[in-house]
C-alpha cells in the first residue's frame, strides 16, 4: 500500500499536446502548464513550481536542451514527507511522489542550512542539470552538474549525485520520525532508484527550493537576467 501512491501516475494525459513535437514545448513552460502540473500534483506549493517552472524557462532561453521531465523537491517539507516530484512535461503527467534527503550538515528533521563548499556535507539549492548514470560505491546513480554560479554549480566536484540509499523508507520514518541523512547528495528509496535515474538522465533538469531570500533575490535563472549566468555552466545535452 505504501508503494501504491509512489508509482504516482496523474492520468492527466493532455491529448492536444500528444501531437506538438518537443521542440514546441518551449513556449509550453507556462502558466497554461503550471495549472496542469498543479492538478496533477495538489500536494506540491503552487509557489514552489511555479518557481521551478519560471526557472526551466530562462535556462531553456539561456541555451539549456528543453527537457522532456522535471524534478522538484522542496527542502522546506521535513524528511518525513515525500517532498520529491517528477513531471513528464511533454505529458502533462506526474510520473513519480517520494521521500528524499538532505545532508546531515543541512539539518536534522528539516534542511535549513544550505551549501556549495566541498566537504560541508550540506544540501545544495537551485537549479541542476542531470548528466550520466553510473555504478558507484551505492551502485545505480546519477551525476548533476549545478546550473547556478556561487550556489550549486560545485555540484560535480562535490560528488553531489543522486543515488540509493537503505535510509531513505518509510521504516526509518515510523522509526525515527525522520528518514536518514547524506553526505548532501538528494538520496532516494532503492527501490525507486533506477526508476528516477532512467527518467532523469541525458539532461532533465532538477529544481531544488528553499525559501532563501538571498537566493530567491539573486538567481540569475529566478530573475532571468542572461548576464548574470555563467555560459560555461549551461550545458547542452547531447
Same mark, same amino acid.
Request: net charge positive; charged share 30%.
Given at each position: 500500500m505504501k508503494k501504491m501512491r509512489r508509482l504516482l501516475s496523474a492520468g492527466l494525459l493532455l491529448a492536444f499536446w500528444a501531437w506538438l513535437p518537443l521542440s514546441s514545448f518551449g513556449a509550453s513552460l507556462d502558466d497554461d502548464l503550471l495549472g496542469r502540473l498543479s492538478a496533477a500534483a495538489p500536494k506540491l506549493d503552487t509557489?514552489?513550481? /511555479?518557481t521551478a517552472i519560471s526557472a526551466s524557462r530562462c535556462a531553456v532561453s539561456s541555451g539549456v536542451q528543453m527537457p522532456e521531465r522535471l524534478a522538484v523537491i522542496d527542502f522546506s517539507l521535513p524528511s518525513s514527507q515525500e517532498r520529491l516530484w517528477i513531471f513528464d512535461l511533454e505529458k502533462g503527467e506526474l510520473l513519480l511522489r517520494d521521500l528524499v534527503a538532505h545532508g546531515k550538515n543541512s539539518g536534522n528533521f528539516k534542511s535549513t542550512a544550505f551549501s556549495n563548499v566541498e566537504g560541508s556535507y550540506q544540501s545544495s539549492i537551485g537549479l541542476f542539470q542531470? /548528466?550520466?548514470?553510473?555504478?558507484?560505491?551505492?551502485?545505480?546513480?546519477l /551525476?548533476?552538474? =549545478?546550473?547556478?554560479?556561487?550556489?550549486?554549480?560545485?555540484? /560535480?566536484?562535490?560528488?553531489?549525485?543522486?543515488? =540509493?540509499?537503505?535510509?531513505?523508507?518509510?521504516?526509518?520514518?515510523?522509526?525515527?520520525g525522520r528518514i536518514g541523512r547524506s553526505h548532501g547528495c538528494p538520496a532516494v528509496d532503492n527501490q525507486i532508484i533506477k526508476r528516477v535515474v532512467d527518467n532523469l538522465k541525458g539532461g532533465q533538469l532538477v529544481f531544488k527550493y528553499y525559501p532563501d531570500q538571498e537566493w530567491l533575490h539573486s538567481s540569475g535563472f529566478l530573475k532571468c537576467d542572461n548576464r548574470t549566468l555563467a555560459g560555461k555552466n549551461l550545458k547542452k545535452s547531447g
Open positions: 509557489k514552489v513550481l /511555479r542531470a /548528466r550520466e548514470s553510473y555504478y558507484g560505491k551505492h551502485g545505480y546513480s /551525476r548533476l552538474d =549545478g546550473l547556478e554560479p556561487g550556489i550549486n554549480d560545485l555540484a /560535480r566536484q562535490r560528488a553531489i549525485v543522486i543515488h =540509493g540509499a537503505d535510509y531513505v523508507n518509510d521504516d526509518w520514518v515510523s522509526k525515527y
